[in-house]
Each structure stands twice: as structure tokens, then as C-alpha cells.
């Protein structure tokens, strides 16, 4: 079955805090594994993006870790800013590039 | 911004209404892919076209169907509407894996 489980659904985190969001996913055929943010009016934009071939990305603040064999990924977002608050959407993808997106997490970071 | 786009903004329409939405892609971009977003949820794939032919389709019936031409542009039709047709329909362009978004048409069915 191809779905990706995302938690939490909602996350407060201080300014300067880390923001951690989770996701699980089921169909062994995926190999591409990006996390979007989206603003309220907006469609997502891409932040960071992550193949099985390696355990971890960093990006700036942000990092992506990735376990094959629980078929687990995680964003951590580092320094969390208030302009950070945003929905983050996990997503994923095999042969043909057509994501799977799991159902979201808000994130709200308090000044 | 992505350089993508679409259009209309906004559309209402009422039930057993057909809709037509728009997606304009980045230059060169061969392929195109439609999602429904209904609100408070993650993106749900449509369909996808790349050289404008369709290259796969998610789980909608076949009153969804789309169209993409030479000229980057593509479209999404929606036949006999329905009330859960209300949502956030986005069109992502892409020429390798990372997929580009527009900001989304925002469809009310009435």
C-alpha cells in the first residue's frame, strides 16, 4: 500500500528550539524522499530531499535523517524562527516521480 | 517563486458542473503532475503527463482527465462535479526528480 504516515500533526516549539517531524512509510519501491513547506495561499515549496544511498542531509538549518531498514525519515529543523512557521508535508516517491505525501504537520514557532 | 503558474485564483462552481483549470510550467519542463489538496490535508495525486502523454494516474475516477501541450501549458478537467471536489488543486512541473509548485487553484463546488 503506498502511504506515508506523518506526526505529529501540530508542534509549538520556542524560537531558537528544534523542530522535529516524523514519517513511516510502507512501499519498499520508494527511493525519493522530499520534505515540502507550504504557507497558508501558497503551494509547497521544496526544502530538502534525501535518497536511501545515505543516512543523512543537512541543508542549512535543516536536516533530514533516514533510516532504510525502519523505513523512517525525519526533518529536524535547527534554530527554529518564527518565519519557520509554516505546514511541513514529508512526501515520497519511486520510479516515475509521483509523490506520496503524508498528511501534514503545522508548526508553530513562539517568539 | 517557482515560475509556475495557474490559473483561475479562485472558481465556484455548482454541483454537476464541469471546470477547467490551468497550469502554465517552467520552460522546458516535460512533465507535469495535478494533485487535489482538500484543506487540512497533504497533497493527493492526480495525474501525470510528461511529453503529453499521460504517464500515471492516481486514484480518481475518470471524470478527472487532463491535457498537457508543446507549449508547457497543460490543463485538468473535472466533469459532473461534486461537492467533495472542493479543494486546492496544484500542478507541479518537473525535468528530474524535484517538482515545482504553482500556488494552486481553490475550487468551491456549491
Known amino acids: 500500500q503506498q502511504q506515508v504516515k506523518q506526526s505529529p500533526q501540530s508542534l509549538i516549539v520556542q524560537k531558537g528550539g528544534i523542530s522535529i517531524i516524523n514519517c513511516a512509510y510502507e512501499?519498499?519501491?520508494?527511493?525519493?524522499f522530499p520534505w515540502y513547506q507550504q504557507f497558508p495561499g501558497k503551494g509547497p515549496a521544496l526544502l530538502i530531499a534525501?535518497?536511501?544511498?545515505?543516512s543523512e542531509k543537512k541543508e542549512g538549518r535543516f536536516t533530514i535523517s533516514f533510516n532504510k531498514s525502519a523505513k523512517q525519515f525525519s526533518l529536524h529543523i535547527m534554530d527554529s524562527q518564527p518565519g519557520d512557521s509554516a505546514t511541513y508535508f514529508c512526501?515520497?516517491?519511486?520510479?516515475?516521480?509521483?509523490?506520496?505525501f503524508g498528511g501534514g504537520t503545522r508548526l508553530m514557532v513562539k517568539p | 517563486e517557482t515560475g509556475v503558474t495557474q490559473s483561475p485564483t479562485h472558481l465556484i462552481k455548482t454541483r454537476g458542473q464541469q471546470v477547467t483549470l490551468r497550469c502554465s510550467s517552467q520552460?522546458?519542463?516535460?512533465?507535469v503532475s495535478w494533485y487535489q489538496q482538500a484543506l487540512g490535508q497533504g497533497p493527493q495525486f492526480i495525474f501525470q503527463?510528461?511529453?503529453?502523454?499521460?504517464?500515471g494516474r492516481g486514484n480518481f475516477p475518470p471524470r478527472f482527465s487532463g491535457l498537457q501541450f508543446p507549449n508547457y501549458s497543460s490543463e485538468l478537467n473535472v466533469n459532473a462535479l461534486e461537492l467533495d471536489d472542493s479543494a486546492l488543486y496544484l500542478c507541479?512541473?518537473?525535468?528530474?526528480?524535484?517538482?515545482?509548485f504553482g500556488p494552486g487553484t481553490r475550487l468551491t463546488v456549491l
Open positions: 503527463y510528461y511529453r503529453e502523454e499521460e504517464n
Open positions: 507541479a512541473s518537473s525535468l528530474d526528480d524535484t517538482q515545482y
Open positions: 534525501i535518497r536511501p544511498d545515505v
Open positions: 512526501a515520497a516517491s519511486g520510479a516515475g516521480n509521483m509523490l506520496t
Open positions: 520552460s522546458g519542463h516535460n512533465t
Open positions: 512501499n519498499t519501491a520508494f527511493d525519493y
